[in-house]
Nanobody, 126 residues
Framework: EVQLQASGGGLVQAGGSLTLSCAGS????????IGWFRQAPGKEREWVSCISDGDGDTMYAKSVKGRFTISSDLAKNTWYLQMNSLKPEDTAVYYC???????????????????WGQGTQVTVSS
């Protein structure tokens, strides 16, 4: 059974940093595209970043590019989201996700991912 466990959220002041982790089990990370999404109160869940399962390309939403870094540790079957220069508008529940054979044109879409973590709250105070 595939399971994803997200952790690392918390409360941080604007300008601060947090690192989110997502530990996967029941699958081999290198065979999957992996990503992070977030959902702020009253808003739709939005794509934040991902690593493709083909070439391993990293991609970022415009709102986080240059501030967030996605990475993975295949040996630990875990991926991370390093978040720097956090802003109040980054406040959301962050979800990790994984999926196989995701076409690049769909990799930013929620429906492309088969497996989801439970979410971890990130709150950025001003």
């Amino acid at each position: 059974e595939v399971q994803l466990q997200a952790s690392g959220g918390g409360l941080v002041q604007a300008g601060g940093s947090l690192t989110l982790s997502c530990a996967g089990s029941g699958f081999t990370l290198e065979d999957y595209a992996i990503g992070w999404f977030r959902q702020a109160p009253g808003k739709e869940r939005e794509w934040v970043s991902c690593i493709s399962d083909g070439d391993g390309d990293t991609m970022y939403a415009k709102s986080v590019k240059g501030r967030f870094t996605i990475s993975s540790d295949l040996a630990k079957n875990t991926w991370y989201l390093q978040m720097n220069s956090l802003k109040p508008e980054d406040t959301a529940v962050y979800y990790c996700a994984a999926g196989r054979r995701i076409i690049l044109s769909t990799i930013r879409m929620r429906g492309a991912y088969d497996h989801w973590g439970q979410g971890t709250q990130v709150t950025v105070s001003s």
